[in-house]
C-alpha cells in the first residue's frame, strides 16, 4: 500500500512539476502577458473558427499581435444611441471581467460602428483595485477608434493616439472596406493588482465593440506587429462653415453637435460629425467634385437645452448648391414668441 502511495505521490508531483514548467515556458513566449477571458461576456460569439461568421472574415481565432496573445473568438458591444434608434439596444454597461493580477499596459482589440465628432469619449474603462479603488480610462473618437466601416464620406483616414494603429483590414460590403483597431493603454497604478474590468457606454452615438485584452508588462524590446498603412486621403474640397448662436440672446453655443449625411453615387450614408467651438463654429467637409460629388446634404444640430434644429440640400450633381457659410440659431426649450422657433440664414452672423 505504502509503495503505492509514495508511486502516486511521484507521479502528481511530475505532473505539477511539468504543468508548471509549461505555464513558465507559455508566460515567457508571451513575456509575462495574460490574454482576458472575455468569452462569457460575448454579445456575439464567432463560430466558425476561420471567423466566416463574423465581420472579420478570416481573420477571427487565437492571434499573436505584437508579441502577444490575443483570443479574437467573440465581441462586446456597448449602447450607442444610432444603433439603439434602429432597434438594437445593448448594455448600458459590462462589468467584473476577471484579471486578477498586476500589470503595466492594457493591450485593447476594438471598433466603433458609428461615427462621432473628433474626441468625444466613445467608452469608458474602469479598473477597478484589489484594494477597492478604481481608474477610469476613456476611449476617444478620432483618437483611439473611428468607424469599423471606412465610408465614402470619410475624407482621411486619421487617428490622433501614437499607441493606436490599424492592425487589420477587411473586404466589408457595400459600403466600403472595414478595420480593426489595436490600442495600447498605460495602467495608471501598475503596483496594484488590478481585480476586474468594466466596459461603460457614454451614450454616444457610436457603438463601442471590445474584440480582445490582453494585459503585459512593459517590455521596450517586444517585437511590434507593423500596422496596417493609412489609406490615402480623398481631399475633400467642399467645405460648409457652421455657426450656431442663441437665438433669445444672439450668442454663440459651444459644444452643439452637428450630425451630417449624404448621399455620393447613389448611397445615403453618414459622415464624421462635428462640434462647435467656443466662437459657435464648427466645419463640415463633403466632395464637391463632379465624378464623387456630394448629391444631398442633410445638416442637423443638437444642444441640450434647445430644440433640435435641421437642414436639407437636394443639390442634384450640382453640389456648388451648398453654402459656404451658414448660421443656425437655435431656440432655447422654454422660450416663447419669435425666440421658440428655431430658424436660419445663408452666411456668416450678421453684426449688430
Known sequence: ??????????????????????????????????????????????????????????????????????????????????????????????TGIPIGRKFDELHLIHLVEWREYPGCPVATLRLRYADGTSADI???????????????????????????????????GALGPVRLFKTVLNNPFPHKPVKTLDLISTDSGCTYDLVAATVAPHDAKRTLTPPMPLLPARNFTGAMKVTVIDKQTGEPIEGA?????????????????????????????????????????RIKITKPGYGDCELHWMTGWDAGQIPDDITYRLAPNGATGDNATPDFTIGPPVQT
Open 138 to 172: 476613456p476611449i476617444k473618437y478620432g483618437v483611439h477608434v473611428i468607424d469599423w466601416c471606412r465610408l465614402d464620406s470619410e475624407d482621411a483616414e486619421s487617428l490622433a493616439d501614437p499607441h493606436t494603429k490599424i492592425i487589420w483590414r477587411g473586404p466589408g
Open 1 to 94: 500500500m505504502y509503495p503505492r502511495l509514495v508511486t502516486l505521490l511521484i507521479l502528481f508531483s511530475a505532473i505539477a512539476i511539468q504543468s508548471h514548467a509549461q505555464t513558465s515556458v507559455s508566460n515567457s513566449e508571451t513575456g509575462g502577458a495574460q490574454s482576458l477571458d472575455l468569452s462569457k461576456f460575448y454579445t456575439r460569439q464567432f463560430q466558425a473558427a476561420d471567423g466566416s461568421d463574423s465581420k472579420f472574415k478570416g481573420y477571427a481565432g487565437r492571434k499573436m499581435i505584437d508579441g502577444l496573445p490575443f483570443d479574437i473568438s467573440g465581441q462586446i458591444s456597448l449602447y450607442g444611441r444610432e444603433t439603439a434608434n434602429r432597434g438594437t439596444n445593448y448594455a448600458q454597461a459590462v
Open 257 to 297: 453637435e452637428i450630425y451630417p449625411a449624404m448621399v455620393i453615387g447613389n448611397t445615403s450614408l453618414v459622415a464624421d460629425n462635428a462640434i462647435t467651438g467656443k466662437d459657435g463654429t464648427a466645419v463640415v467637409k463633403y466632395p464637391k467634385d463632379a465624378k464623387l460629388g456630394a448629391k444631398d446634404l
